[in-house]
């Protein structure tokens, strides 16, 4: 699952990362320019939230004329949706990967922990996490959205993966198949904490991460 999926994982963000307005927005091909555009949506979304972000500053910080947005998105929301897809559908197929390895289940809940630190948490995907979370309650169409693309595709995974551990004898229970919400939760956790808490009280989140996974398989045995 690996090496591979999360290479690609990391594509879309390492993009994605903070640019420059180009002075010369006529110079870039289509391809640039949309890039460009979801750059700057990731900055205005952060720094201003959705209902607040207006597409002129998202041109601006792009560097391209307003009605260019509209050659690439019919509108805001539109925006926000595909920022939501490029930045986060490379992970969820990786997790979704992450089903058809014949490995034990703690070894995969590892993986994923490990991808979840490096691939999420530590790049801007973060960030537009924490967005839904912030902004999902008064916008719930991008809600279900985020639900539909991300929470809904990681949740059947997981219950299979979990579904498939309860079926070898791995887990004593089907709890974590029943509710694979519980095998991500801290993950979440994370993200909430380092908005609130981040600069009272840092959070070793793969510490955090491997504590959790030795609750629900128990401590590793030194071999």
């Not at 985020?146 to 229970?173: F, K």
């Not at 989140?205 to 128990?218: P, Q, S, T, W």
Request: a positive charge.
């Amino acid at each position: 699952m690996a090496r591979t999926a999360t290479a690609r994982a990391a594509e879309p963000a390492q993009r994605l990362r903070k640019r420059k307005p180009s002075p010369k927005p006529r110079a870039l091909g289509k391809a640039e320019r949309r890039e460009a555009i979801l750059a700057a949506a990731l900055e205005e979304f952060s720094a201003s939230g959705f209902a607040a972000t207006r597409l002129d500053d998202v041109a601006q910080r792009a560097g391209v004329a307003k009605g260019t947005i509209y050659l690439y998105f019919r509108d805001k929301e539109s925006l926000f949706q595909e920022l939501v897809r490029t930045m986060l559908s490379p992970v969820v197929g990786a997790l979704e990967a992450a089903r058809t390895a014949d490995l034990p289940a703690r070894a995969v809940a590892e993986a994923i922990a490990d991808l979840f630190v490096r691939e999420i948490f530590g790049t801007r995907r973060k960030d537009v996490i924490r967005l839904i979370i912030a902004e999902g309650p008064r916008f719930p169409k991008l809600a279900e959205f985020y639900y539909r693309e991300v929470i809904e595709r990681v949740t059947a995974a997981m219950r299979a993966l979990m579904t498939r551990a309860v079926a070898r004898g791995e887990l004593s229970n089907d709890a974590l198949a029943r509710f694979p919400q519980l095998l991500i939760a801290p993950a979440l956790v994370a993200i909430v904490w380092s908005s609130l808490f981040e600069r009272f009280a840092p959070l070793d989140v793969r510490e955090l991460m491997g504590a959790h996974i030795d609750i629900l398989f128990g401590k590793r045995t030194a071999t």
